[in-house]
């Protein structure tokens, strides 16, 4: 709402997106819990080595809490837990707790992997201060779970939050604890300074962590072991992958409803002075039974009220490291009122996958096939005037200095907007794998602060200083076909998404 000391004109214009806003926050109200804060309390960071220069920053000035939630932390991030060791040394206050999955976690093993870098932190602080926790997909079981090859049995499911917290602070993004993630590997990456919000999402990686395995030091030749908890509530997913299953749907529903979340109060900033709401959004599929997960419901929530002939000259932007949104997002983003739409994905020659060994050199091609068909539905339904695709790129992937792009999200921004009144952050594909077999964790902000605005049409644009706009004549180019391999490809992609 428009403040007090306000301008008549800027009262204007703040009610007007007041206006607009509102049956966006209606409805999503019912769908997510949420925080009012100051658009102040979000920093949008750019480039990888600010991302891990922050990330390394936070955990040096940590003094009671660090969690980290990921898909994994590279076998050789010892400059990462050489600053982990230095701070629990120093304060022996500090408390860590890590989150990984356990099939991404372990699949070197015995030779080095992400497990056996982490147990020596256990062994070092002990239980009571460091906790390794490493998720486990009730989908891969027996049969499954002998036969189906490392790797490619990560297509069942994988534990895939990005949640980054320190103290009262947390770092919402889709990039990995891996060298290329801290280098060349561009993504998103927002801060948020809020303890509730901060306290909401240690509270869901407390509870995955609950329904995980734990990994302790051991002299095995792997370095570590794996254990199931004699206190966690469920039965291992490996025993009895419905009862777990059952179990987990009691305790994660009630944290992720927005009518029985635990929300906190500890926020200082004066209630006059909120003016961004910032949704908690959890796509839990494979462990909630009935599914009451958020994220699909709030971003199709969005796009279908963009459908409205009020919200003709909003436009939207969508970008997606691996190009393969969830068909039922694809039919939305082709149905919107909007104008001036852009999605951006990853060049061939930017994805990390361009010619690498086996079969997984043919994704590229996958990709560019799915990308390929949606500007020609783009076509088809006579929206080329206002929706365009871009692809990003900067350097050939394996040549000295080049860069690979895994950024994933959505802007939007209202009519008579300078910059985007809606983004979303987080770990999520946007993929059909997204929606039903990983864990993804994401932050919804929507926002009248105009500095914030200004922060998010930011992002947008250094996102598109490395793209260029590809057309169906450039899809129809020799070396834009795929061959007969590319079915092959696309088997996989249906498989793993963009998880691997």
Same mark, same amino acid.
């Given at each position: 709402?428009?403040?007090?000391? =306000?301008? @008549?004109?800027?009262?204007?214009?703040?009610?007007?997106?007041?206006?607009?806003?509102?049956?966006?926050?209606?409805?999503?109200?019912?769908?997510?819990?949420?925080?009012?804060?100051?658009?102040?309390?979000?920093?949008?960071?750019?480039? #990888?080595?600010?991302?891990?220069?922050?990330?390394?920053?936070?955990?040096?000035?940590?003094?009671?809490?660090?969690?980290?939630?990921?898909?994994?932390?590279?076998?050789?991030?010892?400059?990462?837990?050489?600053?982990?060791?230095?701070?629990?040394?120093?304060?022996?206050?500090?408390?860590?707790?890590?989150?990984?999955?356990?099939?991404?976690?372990?699949?070197?093993?015995?030779?080095?992997?992400?497990?056996?870098?982490?147990? #020596?932190?256990?062994?070092?602080?002990?239980?009571?201060?460091?906790?390794?926790?490493?998720?486990?997909?009730?989908?891969?079981?027996?049969?499954?779970?002998?036969?189906?090859?490392?790797?490619?049995?990560?297509?069942?499911?994988?534990?895939?939050?990005?949640?980054?917290?320190?103290?009262?602070?947390?770092?919402?993004?889709?990039?990995?604890?891996?060298?290329?993630?801290?280098?060349?590997?561009?993504?998103?990456?927002?801060?948020?300074?809020?303890?509730?919000?901060?306290?909401?999402?240690?509270?869901?990686?407390?509870?995955?962590?609950?329904?995980?395995?734990?990994?302790?030091?051991?002299?095995?030749?792997?370095?570590?072991?794996?254990?199931? @908890?004699?206190?966690?509530?469920?039965?291992?997913?490996?025993?009895?992958?419905?009862?777990?299953?059952?179990?987990?749907?009691?305790?994660?529903?009630?944290?992720?409803?927005?009518?029985?979340?635990?929300?906190?109060?500890?926020?200082?900033? #004066?209630?006059?002075?909120?003016?961004?709401?910032?949704?908690?959004?959890?796509?839990?599929?494979?462990?909630?039974?009935?599914?009451?997960?958020?994220?699909? #419901?709030?971003?199709?929530?969005?796009?279908?009220?963009?459908?409205?002939?009020?919200?003709?000259?909003?436009?939207?932007?969508?970008?997606?490291?691996?190009?393969?949104?969830?068909?039922?997002?694809?039919?939305?983003?082709?149905?919107?009122?909007?104008?001036?739409?852009?999605?951006?994905? =990853?060049? @061939?020659? =930017?994805?990390?996958?361009?010619?690498?060994?086996?079969?997984?050199?043919?994704?590229?091609?996958?990709?560019?096939?799915?990308?390929?068909?949606?500007?020609?539905?783009?076509?088809?339904?006579?929206?080329?005037?206002?929706?365009?695709?871009?692809?990003?790129?900067?350097?050939?992937?394996?040549?000295?200095?080049?860069?690979?792009?895994?950024?994933?999200?959505?802007?939007?921004?209202? @009519?008579?907007?300078?910059?985007?009144?809606?983004?979303?952050?987080?770990?999520?594909?946007?993929?059909?794998?997204?929606?039903?077999?990983?864990?993804?964790?994401? =932050?919804?902000?929507?926002?009248?602060?105009?500095?914030?605005?200004?922060?998010?049409?930011?992002?947008?644009?250094?996102?598109?200083?490395?793209?260029?706009?590809?057309?169906?004549?450039?899809?129809?180019?020799?070396?834009?076909?795929?061959?007969?391999?590319?079915?092959?490809?696309?088997?996989?992609?249906?498989?793993?998404?963009?998880?691997?």
């Amino acid at each position: 709402m428009p403040t007090a000391n =306000a301008t @008549p004109g800027a009262q204007s214009a703040a009610t007007s997106s007041a206006g607009m806003l509102s049956p966006f926050v209606s409805e999503l109200d019912k769908i997510a819990p949420s925080f009012r804060i100051n658009g102040s309390q979000i920093r949008v960071l750019q480039s #990888p080595t600010e991302f891990y220069e922050t990330l390394k920053d936070k955990i040096r000035n940590a003094e009671r809490r660090i969690f980290l939630s990921t898909l994994y932390i590279g076998k050789s991030e010892k400059e990462l837990i050489t600053t982990l060791q230095e701070a629990l040394r120093s304060k022996p206050n500090l408390k860590l707790s890590i989150l990984t999955d356990a099939l991404r976690g372990t699949r070197e093993a015995p030779d080095p992997s992400c497990a056996s870098l982490l147990a #020596p932190l256990v062994e070092e602080f002990g239980p009571d201060r460091v906790e390794i926790r490493m998720y486990h997909t009730p989908n891969l079981t027996g049969f499954r779970k002998k036969h189906i090859p490392k790797r490619i049995n990560e297509g069942w499911g994988l534990q895939h939050m990005k949640l980054y917290g320190f103290d009262d602070e947390i770092m919402m993004t889709g990039a990995n604890l891996s060298n290329d993630y801290f280098t060349d590997r561009q993504d998103r990456y927002h801060l948020f300074s809020s303890r509730d919000i901060t306290e909401y999402f240690s509270n869901l990686h407390d509870a995955v962590s609950s329904l995980s395995f734990r990994i302790d030091p051991s002299d095995a030749p792997s370095g570590f072991d794996m254990v199931w @908890p004699k206190d966690n509530a469920p039965p291992s997913p490996l025993e009895d992958h419905k009862q777990f299953v059952r179990e987990s749907t009691g305790l994660l529903a009630g944290l992720i409803s927005p009518k029985t979340a635990p929300l906190t109060a500890n926020d200082s900033t #004066p209630l006059e002075k909120r003016d961004t709401s910032v949704y908690m959004l959890a796509q839990f599929s494979q462990l909630l039974s009935p599914d009451t997960s958020t994220e699909l #419901p709030a971003i199709t929530h969005i796009l279908s009220t963009l459908a409205a002939p009020q919200y003709s000259k909003s436009s939207w932007t969508f970008t997606a490291g691996y190009f393969n949104p969830a068909p039922s997002l694809t039919k939305l983003l082709l149905s919107t009122a909007s104008q001036n739409n852009t999605v951006i994905t =990853a060049s @061939p020659y =930017a994805n990390g996958f361009y010619k690498s060994p086996g079969v997984s050199g043919l994704l590229p091609d996958a990709y560019t096939l799915l990308a390929r068909r949606f500007v020609r539905a783009v076509h088809e339904k006579k929206l080329d005037a206002s929706t365009v695709m871009k692809e990003w790129r900067k350097g050939t992937v394996g040549e000295p200095g080049a860069w690979t792009y895994h950024a994933k999200g959505l802007w939007v921004t209202l @009519p008579d907007n300078n910059g985007p009144s809606i983004s979303l952050i987080g770990s999520s594909n946007y993929t059909k794998r997204s929606y039903s077999l990983d864990l993804e964790a994401n =932050a919804l902000i929507v926002t009248e602060n105009e500095s914030l605005k200004k922060q998010l049409a930011n992002e947008q644009n250094w996102l598109q200083e490395n793209t260029t706009v590809v057309t169906r004549e450039d899809y129809a180019k020799t070396e834009r076909r795929v061959g007969l391999k590319v079915r092959i490809a696309m088997l996989i992609v249906r498989l793993v998404g963009g998880a691997l």
